[in-house]
């Protein structure tokens, strides 16, 4: 039987300081859904150029992702890191003070930047410092901020636009300025975490990687470098550095239909425009507020069961699960929109559907992402996942807006039929990584 590993302090404080950057994703990408309004009387939006002001973002998180692995590779993940805290800061001090539409686009770019190489490089370095036992609820926990960062943006929404109500004006610039106090916070305590052992090896820094190893716990540090230097070999001799290449043609597959299936579940155009759908049903802004929250709060409780649930059941039962479930209540809402009855049952409607989301693949990505592939690419790899995830995400949100003027349920229609797909391709394609360590699994998949 396998020797069960402790968490080690530094392992822990480490996670947590890398999964800011999941706070402030998850932060930024549901802000705007409390924005909309506002900025469509501040700078004269039509549904098209409402589309764009969203979106403007994403495209920014698409370079973001393809330039964090070379800066990751380079640099390492905790520079990394530090320079999308420094992107996050400037982006939200540069909303807030905003003196038109190009120059609030411009500095939604810029956190697009920070959203798109925090989301390649923070779960990168908790599964390079996480024990094979414990890396999918390590790696969980960058989800579990970016929930926790949804949550907290719903809340400062509604409690900005409450004291608004007394004649506070420009209450966008205060929600989107919110998120420099913990992009603050995100940069001042990197200094406190070490790099990653993998790194630090690939730099050749071979007593350094083994300090970092003994710092955190590991039960041998020194069989763990030998086993890392192996596979850094093989994948600079007999492996393939190469991303696109034959071997490694399912690992590609893999990663981009598990990013582009998880934006046709349509998650973030349903929480970048949760207010508009609300609106679209006959809710009035201040319900449509509060059932934000409520469904935030969901997002966040049935991330934290993922976590539990993911070493335990495995990647691909919570895919099954969640894919099932989301198809259903995606077909559900859809219904309603095209019927105009049961409005009341929206809500109930869009929790259930978080929770098979937050219970699946809202967590398993990034951990998927973070482990099929070998060393050598696994940035690159990875990288590739995420733009893939980022791109179709810029799209369905960039037209969501329009689609939807004309029929609220044709996106939903469309959500559910791709969550049917994503059934049977996990059904029949994709493979349970659980309880494998990163070298072992990237070999064990690789040329299949």
Same mark, same amino acid.
């Given at each position: 039987?396998?020797?069960t590993?402790?968490?080690?302090?530094?392992?822990?404080?480490s996670t947590?300081?890398?999964?800011?950057?999941?706070?402030?994703?998850?932060?930024?990408?549901?802000?705007?859904?409390?924005?909309?309004?506002?900025?469509?009387?501040?700078?004269?939006?039509?549904?098209?150029?409402?589309?764009?002001?969203?979106?403007?973002?994403?495209?920014?998180?698409?370079?973001?992702g393809?330039?964090?692995?070379?800066?990751?590779q380079?640099?390492?993940?905790?520079?990394g890191?530090?320079?999308?805290?420094?992107?996050?800061?400037?982006?939200?001090?540069?909303?807030?003070?905003?003196?038109?539409?190009?120059?609030?686009?411009?500095?939604?770019?810029?956190?697009?930047?920070?959203?798109?190489?925090?989301?390649?490089?923070?779960?990168?370095?908790i599964?390079?410092?996480?024990?094979?036992?414990?890396?999918?609820?390590?790696?969980?926990?960058?989800?579990?901020?970016?929930?926790?960062? &949804?949550?907290?943006?719903?809340?400062?929404? =509604? !409690?900005? %636009?409450? /004291?608004? *109500?007394?004649? #506070?004006h420009?209450?966008?610039?205060?929600?989107?300025?919110?998120?420099?106090?913990?992009?603050?916070?995100?940069l001042?305590?990197?200094?406190?975490?070490?790099?990653?052992?993998?790194?630090?090896?690939?730099?050749?820094?071979?007593?350094?990687?083994?300090?970092?190893?003994?710092?955190?716990?590991?039960?041998?540090?020194a069989?763990?470098?030998?086993?890392?230097?192996?596979?850094?070999?093989?994948?600079?001799?007999?492996?393939?550095?190469?991303?696109?290449?034959?071997?490694?043609?399912?690992?590609?597959?893999?990663?981009?239909?598990?990013?582009?299936?998880?934006?046709?579940?349509?998650?973030?155009?349903?929480?970048?425009?949760l207010?508009? &759908?609300?609106?679209?049903?006959?809710?009035? =802004? !201040?319900? %449509?507020? /509060?059932? *934000?929250?409520? #469904?935030?709060?969901?997002?966040?409780?049935?991330?934290?069961?993922?976590?539990?649930?993911?070493?335990?059941?495995?990647?691909?039962?919570?895919?099954?699960?969640?894919?099932?479930?989301?198809?259903?209540?995606?077909?559900?809402?859809?219904?309603v929109?095209?019927?105009?009855?049961?409005?009341?049952?929206?809500?109930?409607?869009?929790?259930?559907y978080?929770?098979?989301?937050?219970?699946?693949?809202?967590?398993?990505?990034?951990?998927?992402?973070?482990?099929?592939?070998?060393?050598?690419?696994?940035?690159?790899?990875?990288s590739?996942?995420?733009l893939?995830?980022?791109?179709?995400?810029?799209?369905?949100?960039?037209?969501?807006?329009?689609?939807a003027?004309?029929?609220?349920?044709?996106?939903?229609?469309?959500?559910?039929?791709m969550?049917?797909?994503?059934?049977?391709?996990?059904?029949?394609?994709?493979?349970?990584?659980?309880?494998?360590?990163?070298?072992?699994?990237?070999?064990?998949?690789?040329?299949?």
């Open positions: 039987m396998e020797k590993v402790k968490l080690n302090s530094l392992v822990i404080l947590a300081v890398a999964a800011l950057g999941g706070l402030l994703l998850g932060f930024d990408t549901a802000v705007i859904a409390g924005t909309t309004h506002g900025l469509t009387q501040a700078f004269s939006l039509t549904p098209i150029t409402l589309g764009v002001t969203v979106s403007c973002a994403l495209w920014g998180t698409v370079c973001g393809f330039f964090a692995s070379p800066l990751a380079r640099y390492g993940a905790r520079f890191l530090a320079i999308m805290a420094v992107l996050y800061i400037l982006s939200a001090v540069g909303c807030a003070l905003a003196w038109s539409w190009s120059s609030f686009v411009i500095f939604r770019v810029i956190g697009g930047l920070g959203i798109g190489g925090s989301s390649v490089i923070s779960p990168m370095y599964a390079d410092i996480a024990p094979k036992q414990w890396r999918g609820r390590l790696v969980a926990c960058f989800q579990f901020t970016v929930v926790a960062g &949804i949550l907290i943006a719903y809340a400062s929404n =509604a !409690a900005i %636009a409450s /004291v608004a *109500a007394f004649h #506070i420009g209450e966008w610039r205060f929600e989107l300025g919110a998120a420099a106090l913990p992009a603050v916070v995100f001042v305590t990197l200094f406190a975490v070490p790099e990653s052992p993998r790194w630090l090896l690939f730099r050749g820094s071979i007593e350094e990687a083994r300090t970092v190893l003994d710092l955190m716990g590991a039960a041998d540090p069989s763990e470098i030998d086993r890392m230097v192996e596979a850094i070999k093989y994948s600079e001799t007999g492996g393939n550095r190469s991303l696109f290449s034959r071997p490694h043609r399912k690992l590609i597959f893999i990663a981009i239909s598990i990013g582009v299936l998880n934006q046709f579940s349509g998650i973030n155009a349903i929480l970048y425009y207010n508009d &759908i609300f609106a679209q049903a006959g809710f009035t =802004a !201040a319900s %449509a507020n /509060v059932q *934000a929250v409520a #469904i935030g709060t969901a997002n966040l409780l049935f991330t934290v069961l993922a976590m539990f649930l993911i070493d335990l059941a495995g990647r691909r039962f919570l895919l099954l699960l969640g894919a099932a479930g989301t198809a259903v209540c995606l077909l559900a809402i859809a219904i929109f095209a019927t105009q009855q049961h409005k009341s049952a929206l809500l109930w409607l869009l929790i259930a978080i929770a098979f989301f937050a219970v699946s693949q809202g967590t398993v990505v990034w951990v998927y992402l973070s482990e099929i592939f070998p060393p050598g690419i696994r940035e690159k790899g990875q590739l996942g995420t893939s995830l980022w791109l179709t995400n810029g799209l369905i949100a960039g037209v969501y807006p329009k689609i003027s004309v029929a609220g349920q044709y996106p939903f229609f469309l959500f559910s039929a969550m049917v797909v994503q059934f049977f391709l996990t059904l029949f394609v994709f493979p349970e990584t659980k309880g494998l360590s990163l070298e072992s699994s990237s070999e064990r998949f690789s040329g299949s």
